[in-house]
């Protein structure tokens, strides 16, 4: 999953949205060096990756893009899913889509100062550039698609994902609705057990 599935996932607990962030940049045992509440936030982030990727429904969903974006496909269905949460986002949260954003940010801003650079680098663009609205129109996709592919080591095509997202929306927005609701317990059951 993306940025905002994963902090959506944090139900609005603010060491756990800060830890679920820090979970982009720290890899291996180095979460323990952080306090109880941030490496819960960060193990939470490593099990929504480690749940989504194994998934089935997500594997049928990545299956369509594997023909011509191949090991990027999972990449692309992450930044897909957002737009698919998005798209149904009363479904699944009773405050406003705007709302949760400007606390997400404000968040993000209060912290910015306690962020490692290599974080201060990914939140100061995602403010400036307002990731988060992106997600929800296929030309945020596509830009979002493009950045990604250019910070990427491999030559790709990513940003072209777009034209499969317009042909496959149905499909793809069925396997979120089956998917999601799933991540959703999975993190419950998560939060309580640690």
Request: proline residues 3%.
């Amino acid at each position: 999953m993306n940025f905002l599935a994963h902090q959506f996932l944090s139900f609005q607990n603010r060491e756990l949205q800060i830890g679920n962030l820090f979970g982009e940049i720290v890899r291996g045992k180095d979460y323990i060096y952080y306090t109880p509440e941030i490496q819960k936030g960060i193990l939470l982030h490593r099990s929504i990756d480690s749940y989504t990727d194994a998934h089935e429904i997500v594997k049928k969903s990545t299956k369509l893009f594997h023909l011509r974006y191949k090991k990027f496909a999972p990449v692309i269905v992450d930044v897909l899913y957002d737009y698919f949460l998005i798209k149904n986002w009363e479904r699944y949260h009773s405050t406003p889509f705007d709302d949760f954003v400007d606390s997400c940010y404000s968040l993000f801003r209060a912290e910015f100062n306690n962020f490692p650079l290599q974080l201060q680098h990914i939140v100061h663009h995602m403010l400036q550039n307002d990731w988060f609205h992106k997600y929800s129109s296929f030309d945020g996709i596509q830009q979002t698609l493009s950045g990604i592919s250019k910070r990427s080591k491999f030559e790709n095509n990513m940003e072209e994902a777009v034209n499969e997202l317009i042909v496959y929306e149905q499909q793809l927005d069925d396997d979120f609705k089956l998917f999601f609701p799933q991540l959703i317990e999975h993190c419950k059951k998560f939060i309580a057990t640690k």
